[in-house]
Nanobody, 126 residues
Framework: VQLQASGGGLVQPGGSLRLSCATS????????MAWFRQAPGNERQFVAG????????YNADLVKGRFTISRDNAKNTMYLQMNSLIPEDTAVYYC????????????????????WGQGTLVTVSS
């Protein structure tokens, strides 16, 4: 599967952005999906995940109540709605996919995912 992330940009603190991850190749519904982010000098960190099937979702504590992950299987696209953005959210955001059926711990691990998008930069600054 190929992943294409988009929607990043410059936003003021308190603002919102919606990221998209369009997929192509094998059926989108075959994958557990996630968003990760990486700020300069930091390791890539889990942001939110969305399982296939019933589509259980999980958010990292840092973004709970502010970010919402969703997926549209008909459009083969995953989204990340980001509200109440703060400067600490500044990072390159990556979407990822795995054929594995994840559990909570594995969903949060970079090594779980076989497929990655190219990343989209989100900058939160006044």
């Amino acid at each position: 599967v190929q992943l294409q992330a988009s929607g990043g940009g410059l936003v003021q603190p308190g603002g919102s952005l919606r990221l998209s991850c369009a997929t192509s190749g094998r059926p989108f519904s075959n994958y557990d999906m996630a968003w990760f982010r990486q700020a300069p000098g930091n390791e890539r960190q889990f942001v939110a995940g969305h399982r296939r099937g019933r589509g259980a979702t999980y958010n990292a504590d840092l973004v709970k109540g502010r970010f919402t992950i969703s997926r549209d299987n008909a459009k083969n696209t995953m989204y990340l709605q980001m509200n109440s953005l703060i400067p600490e959210d500044t990072a390159v955001y990556y979407c990822a996919a795995t054929t594995a059926h994840t559990i909570t711990s594995s969903m949060r691990s970079v090594g779980t995912y076989e497929y990655w998008g190219q990343g989209t930069l989100v900058t939160v600054s006044s």
